[in-house]
């Protein structure tokens, strides 16, 4: 019900998957990693998201970051989990496609049809049942406004401004002026939800590439310095 | 296939008709055909249901014919459709008679937005268990619960509902509701 | 005869039916059968009806069964009732009707590590439309296609849905799934 004010996209995978085809490229590792600024770019455009909408596409653009990053960071290699954006976006793609056959399908007007039992053929009687009770229908309702306030809640929290990536890089830029260096740590930490963090994230590796700052870390527990260049 | 369409049709139809009428549908709809091509397909199709091992039958009576169901499941027939009429209401018919007992008159549109399902099938089964029944206003049907409901829960009108001014007009389903008509999904 | 009784109940039924709750009703009314008896018998019936030139098809979502016409009647039947199918879905909602029909019954969590996005809404306004409905298991709900998409769709069931074999059982999907659950470093 509460539609998404930008329906360009059915989400970020529809948007990645677009960003490749015009570039008449096949899926690949590479092909992925080479739209990440384009992939960016869209994501800048994207506003007034539904939040939970929009944090699907920073994950998206996170993991693009990472995938790209991989050859700045070459410490990332080492970690052996690997992110497998290629075959889900080939899965995807399967399912888009398999989408369009099904939307020509119902364009086909083949629509089946059921008996209705015609009303006034069936006599109307009035058939109570034992659990019909005032108690019952009073839980019962209960139950069904529980069950909306998730939904009244929602589009309050989509009043709350969107944090923007550039605006995020900023303030990065500024704090580092003023202190030189900072802990990864303590950036994550003082994010205000999961979208947030992930702005954080791509934020400094954002940085990094542009070798606006560098990463340092003693050993693999410790927490990630962050240094102006 | 004119076969398979008028076989159709008799399967749809819940009353009588005739080879003429059903020509003259058919001419309507561009598939031209004489009255006589239509009953030699009818009688086709008798041989197809009326004969051997089944559960269908094409009957007729003058001009008029119907598919009905065979005259050996007749008893076991009137039960099943009976079945929705008695026992107890499920979970989700319950609460949707709540919803209507609490909302009413209430429309099928929004009925389903507070609920989140299709409420298509139950609102059929509490009409034919005369629970609710329904008042049109610019054709849009509103539904409402039956005297013969509050009669059984021993109340005069539904503002006698536990806690009925309080969940009638609960917060956050009239912050729902409006949401709901400001997004144009549903006509209230 | 078990058969012509099944038959009948399927032609007078206006929702659909399964074979368990078939079983359990002919049990009721003194015919005790197996629900297996009963799936035997709806397999020869879909036979009967869905191979060869036929206005009637048994069609089947998941559980649930109903009769209904033939997709080559669509258009004649539709003026004949004076129906009018659902409208439009938007592209999103197709796209996540096309993965629960492949991939169901589907948890909301499966489904949207396929589309990468949330489907909560989408979710919502199919089961208000009543295209998919969903079983509960374990306290997590499992979403499928109801008898009313295969009406929309004109099929018997969903594994005639174009390349469903290969779809439903995508290669590399349940690895892919499950690693994706392990890899929550990864989506935070």
New interface residues.
Partial sequence: ???VSS?KF?????LLLRLIEEQKMAITEISIANVTDEYLQELEKIQDQ?P??LS?FL??A??LL?LKSKALLPYLEQEE?V??LE??LK??K???E??K???S??K????????????Q??A???????????????N??????R???P??KM?QQMIEKTVSLQKKIMEIKEFLKKQGKFGFRGLIESSKN?TE??VNFLALLELIKQAHLRAKQVDAFNDIIIEKV | MLKTKIE?IL??S??PTSAKQLARFLAREGEAVETSEVEKIIAELKEKYNIGESGLRIIQAGDEIQMVTGPESSELIKKF?KED?????T?AS??T???I??RGPISKPALE????VNCGMII?NL?????IDFVETNGQSYFQV?V??LK??G?NSVDE???YER?HK?E??E??LE??EQ?K?INL
């Avoid at chain 2, 009409?127 to 629970?131: A, P």
């Fill in positions: 019900m509460y539609q329906e059915n989400g970020p995978l529809d539904d939970e909408e699907d994950v998206l996170a993991r990472y989990e992110d497998d075959k889900q899965l995807y399967e399912f888009v398999a989408s056959k099904i939307a399908m119902i086909e007007r083949r629509f089946t049809f059921s008996r209705e039992k015609a009303m053929q069936i109307v009687e009035f058939s109570p049942a034992k659990n019909i009770t005032a108690d019952n229908l009073k019962a309702f209960i139950v069904v406004l069950r909306l306030d939904l009244v589009p999961r963090v992930i | 159709s399967f749809v819940n009353k459709l009429m008695t026992g107890e209401l979970p319950l609460e008679l709540t919803v007992a609490y937005q507070i609920r989140g059929r009409l034919i268990r005369g629970l039956t013969d409901f059984y829960l109340i509902l536990p806690d969940l609960a956050n389903l912050q729902f949401k709901a997004n999904i």
